[in-house]
């Protein structure tokens, strides 16, 4: 399954999508849809982010994955014929990695597809975030989950949930981020970005996020856009 036309492409320029007031898009698989948030096509730099919709009782058929495939459980239940994944668990398979997408009552899926940066792609791993261990860093406010280890400096992911009117230091983003706003609300000086918006700062662009009332629990990805 894969895109016919380039999505949020470029990686010097910011992207906000409000996945909230972008339609479902059928899929050539019976009930499952899937809102396109970038599509990068290109042997070497190759990626796809899409939020996909299982009905209950929908399947893809199974693979052997030619490009690495990152997924997180927005809500429901994920199965792929080796465990069955309840809302916000982190998935990372491997190329060659084998799988058969689907869910029996039903789901919603955050997935990248990826070539990989490296040629050694990893193990597989699973976090489910409401029993792995958080750590809190409460000069910044905030509690993080980290998913997988950045063991090169160039790729890094997290969940993090900032606590209410916090203000975060300035930073640029040397490595690029991508983040997808899981509860709550993030500002900073360009905008609100509020439950179910994805957006990406391309490489080298500042900003000096902060909430108000509420939390904002997010979860992000650093180092994609260095190829």
């Known amino acids: ?6 999505v949020n492409a470029d990686p010097t320029q910011c992207a906000v999508v409000n996945t909230n007031e972008v339609p479902w898009e059928k899929t050539e698989y019976p009930g499952v ?28 058929p199974a693979e052997t994955l030619a490009d690495r495939l990152d997924i997180f459980v927005v809500e429901g239940t994920y199965s792929d014929g080796h465990g069955d994944y309840g809302p916000h668990t982190f998935i990372r398979n491997p190329p060659g990695f084998h799988h058969a997408p689907a869910s029996k009552t039903g789901c919603v899926i955050y997935a990248k597809w990826r070539v990989p940066i490296r040629a050694a792609a990893g193990e597989r791993i699973v976090v489910d975030a409401k029993t792995a261990q ?17 063991k090169d400096g160039i790729e890094t992911s997290r969940i993090g949930n900032v606590h ?30 509020t439950t179910g918006v994805w957006f990406r700062m391309p490489c080298g662009m ?15 990805r650093e180092g994609d856009l260095i190829w």
Not at 1 to 6: K, T
Not at 33 to 60: H, I, Q, W, Y
Not at 134 to 150: E, K, Q, S
């Open 1 to 6: 399954m894969r895109v016919a036309a380039s």
């Open 33 to 60: 849809s899937r809102k396109v948030l970038e599509f990068v096509n290109d042997p070497k730099k190759g990626r796809e982010t899409s939020l996909l919709n299982f009905e209950p009782g929908a399947s893809m």
């Open 134 to 150: 958080w750590m809190a860093f409460p000069h910044r406010g905030a509690d993080v989950l980290h998913l997988y280890p950045n």
């Open 164 to 193: 209410p009117n916090r203000q975060l230091p300035s930073h640029d983003h040397s490595i690029g981020e991508e983040t997808l706003v899981l509860e709550g609300c993030l500002k900073d000086e360009y905008a609100a970005y």
């Open 206 to 220: 500042p900003h000096a996020p902060f909430t108000e009332n509420e939390n904002c629990k997010m979860l992000i």
